[in-house]
Nanobody, 126 residues
């Protein structure tokens, strides 16, 4: 049974850092791109970042570019999201998700989120 379990969220002051982790089980996560999206109260889902199955070609939303870094360890079936210089507007529930597409055609969105975990809360506040 496919499972994605997020961890590492919490309360942090503006300018601080957090490192989110996503543990994958029940499938060969190394075959698929993995990404993160977030959802703040009263707002729609926002794609944050994704990374290819090999760990190359990371993609970031403009709102987090230069502050967040995605990485993966296929041997450990984990994906991480290092979040630095956090802002209050980064407050949201963060979800790790798998992209089941076998290929990304020209014009397709770089990130897709087909199945996800329960999420982890990130709150940025003084």
């Amino acid at each position: 049974q496919l499972q994605l379990v997020e961890s590492g969220g919490g309360l942090v002051q503006p300018g601080g850092s957090l490192r989110l982790s996503c543990a994958a089980s029940g499938f060969t996560s190394a075959y698929y791109a993995i990404g993160w999206f977030r959802q703040a109260p009263g707002k729609g889902r926002e794609g944050v970042s994704c990374i290819s199955s090999s760990g190359g070609s990371p993609n970031y939303a403009d709102s987090v570019k230069g502050r967040f870094t995605i990485s993966r360890d296929n041997a450990a079936n984990t994906v991480h999201l290092q979040m630095n210089s956090l802002k209050p507007e980064d407050t949201a529930v963060y979800y790790c998700a798998v992209d089941f597409r076998q290929a990304v055609a020209d014009g397709d969105p770089p990130c897709a989120f087909d199945q996800w975990g329960q999420g982890t809360q990130v709150t940025v506040s003084s």
